[in-house]
């Protein structure tokens, strides 16, 4: 969010920030599986994590989920009205001021609707999570964010594969249970933009 304020508020207009801008477009539109392979490359292969760790998928999750942030981030700031950043302006706020005290708290419903968008795309992604190696058989739950783990996309993906007339019972179970965390998660970002949202 950092990132969607400094571009939107503070950034320079100049050839080094709409290549920044263009990127950012470009990455949201990037498939899945091409931050899965990212984050074999950089967090496997080049820093050495460990693999089919709970650190590596949500780093890899955070790197897909960054550029869909940014840009509901910098929607919501464009769309407060310049006449409330004129008017702190002329009451002798400071630029800074202007933006923490103006302009995101009336930004937030859109901040947080796509906040919450954004992880529930993550939640249901499958793969770069197997590009990473999350798609181990885990006997038990991981004890720390370095411990082989695996996640309920991927889990619902190993038991469909199952040929045991139980673990269809268990694939169903884990698709409703996933189902119904991201309708509750859409659910909330909906409550959240009406909640807060301001009209004028």
């Given at each position: 969010m950092l990132s969607a304020i400094y571009l939107e508020e503070f950034a320079p207009?100049?050839?080094f920030t709409d290549v920044i801008e263009v990127s950012i477009n470009n990455l949201a539109a990037v498939p899945s599986i091409i931050f899965g392979l990212l984050g074999l490359a950089v967090f496997l292969n080049t820093m050495n994590l460990p693999r089919s760790a709970p650190l590596v998928g949500g780093l890899t999750l955070a790197l897909m989920t960054m550029p869909v942030i940014v840009i509901a981030g910098r929607n919501a700031i464009t769309s407060?009205?310049?006449s409330i950043r004129e008017a702190a302006l002329g009451v002798g706020a400071s630029k800074?001021?202007?933006?923490?005290?103006?302009?995101?708290?009336l930004a937030l419903p859109g901040i947080l609707t796509g906040t919450i968008i954004g992880m529930a795309r993550a939640l249901g992604e499958t793969?770069?999570?197997?590009?990473i190696g999350m798609r181990a058989f885990?006997?038990?739950p991981p004890s720390g964010i370095t411990d082989p783990a695996t996640v309920l996309p991927v889990q619902i993906?190993?038991?469909s594969d199952e040929?045991?007339?139980a673990f269809i019972e268990k694939t169903s179970a884990a698709i409703i249970v996933l189902l119904v965390f991201m309708l509750m998660m859409n659910a909330l970002a909906i409550y959240l933009r009406?909640?807060?949202e301001q009209r004028w």
């Open positions: 207009r100049n050839r407060v009205p310049p800074m001021q202007v933006v923490f005290h103006h302009v995101l708290p793969a770069p999570l197997l590009m885990i006997a038990v993906f190993l038991w040929v045991d007339r009406n909640r807060f």
